[in-house]
Structure formats: structure tokens, C-alpha cells
């Protein structure tokens, strides 16, 4: 016990200095985190020329829920991308039906791309077809996330120029 405090008024400031110490932890851990972003953000602007290759490719937003619009929205695929409901996923959405950290488009070895399900609970469709490993993509291609569809775009590929 504290001498000259009663034990409410001893049980108050211990709780008063757990409550402090739990407040400057978390602004720690956020500064940490926000610091890490902004290092992984500057060191993909920092790569030379050589490492980077033209946006050919792009993920066109096919249909969603109304908060996760709009409808027609465009990504291009410059760099490997990960979407989900949480940071520091590159696309968030809102949709219960994604997980924290749900997919991943990332560039094949060769000339492609590739989308991985990253342990989701409700799975990543190909086509209507649920993945367990990564799936090479081809320009059409119809990737399912939750309630959102995103069509695959190779610039490359006659299939480019249409639309819906």
C-alpha cells in the first residue's frame, strides 16, 4: 500500500498510471507502424528504372457492394498489390465477406500475373472457381473477393480493348 492513501485512493492511481503507461503504448505501436508504411512506400519509389515495368496490366472493378464502388474503378498493376478490410492492405474494402488480408496480384516470373488467396476464410474465385494456389491470370479473367468481382486487363492482349 501507498503510505498516507487509502486503498480506493491507491487502487485510482495505480489504475491512473495503468491507464497512462496502456496510452503511451499505443501511440507507440502507431507511430511504429505508420513509420513502417512510409518506409515500404518511399523504398518502392526508391527502385531504380530498371525494376519497374510500364502498367500493362490493370484490374477494372467489375461489381461490388455500394460502399466498396464505384462500379468501373481501375488499378493498375505496377507492383504487387494485396487487398482486404485492413491496413496496410493496398485496395481496403469494406465487405464482411473479406478477410484482413485477403488476395494478392503479384507478377509472375515471366511476363504475367498471378493472384494468390492469402489464407482467406471465404476464398479468391477465378472464374467461379475457388483457389487454393496461385492462379496465372489471362486478360477477361474474373476475380471474385468477397462480393466483388474485378476483371483482369492485359494491355497486351486482343481482349484489352472491350467492355462490358
Not at 2 to 30: C, D
Not at 84 to 106: K, M
Not at 138 to 153: E, K, N
Request: aromatic content about 6%; glycine content about 10%; overall charge positive.
Amino acid at each position: 500500500m501507498i503510505p498516507g492513501l487509502t486503498v480506493s485512493e491507491a487502487t485510482a492511481f495505480i489504475l491512473r498510471i495503468v491507464f497512462t503507461l496502456s496510452l503511451y503504448a499505443f501511440v507507440v505501436v502507431t507511430f511504429l507502424a505508420l513509420r513502417r508504411q512510409l518506409r515500404r512506400a518511399s523504398s518502392a519509389h526508391a527502385t531504380d528504372g530498371a525494376a519497374l515495368r510500364p502498367a500493362t496490366s490493370r484490374l477494372v472493378l467489375d461489381a461490388c457492394g455500394p460502399a466498396d464502388g464505384p462500379v468501373g474503378r481501375v488499378v493498375d498493376l505496377e507492383r504487387e498489390i494485396v487487398i482486404g478490410r485492413r491496413p496496410p492492405c493496398d485496395i481496403l474494402v469494406l465487405d464482411d465477406a473479406v478477410s484482413s488480408q485477403h488476395a494478392q496480384f503479384l507478377p509472375d516470373a515471366g511476363s504475367g500475373w498471378l493472384v494468390l488467396d492469402l489464407g482467406s476464410t471465404n476464398g479468391t474465385t477465378v472464374n467461379g472457381t475457388r483457389i487454393g494456389t496461385p492462379a496465372r491470370l489471362t486478360s477477361g479473367d474474373v476475380v471474385g473477393i468477397g462480393a466483388m468481382t474485378w476483371r483482369f486487363v492485359d494491355s497486351s492482349s486482343p481482349i484489352a480493348g472491350r467492355t462490358r
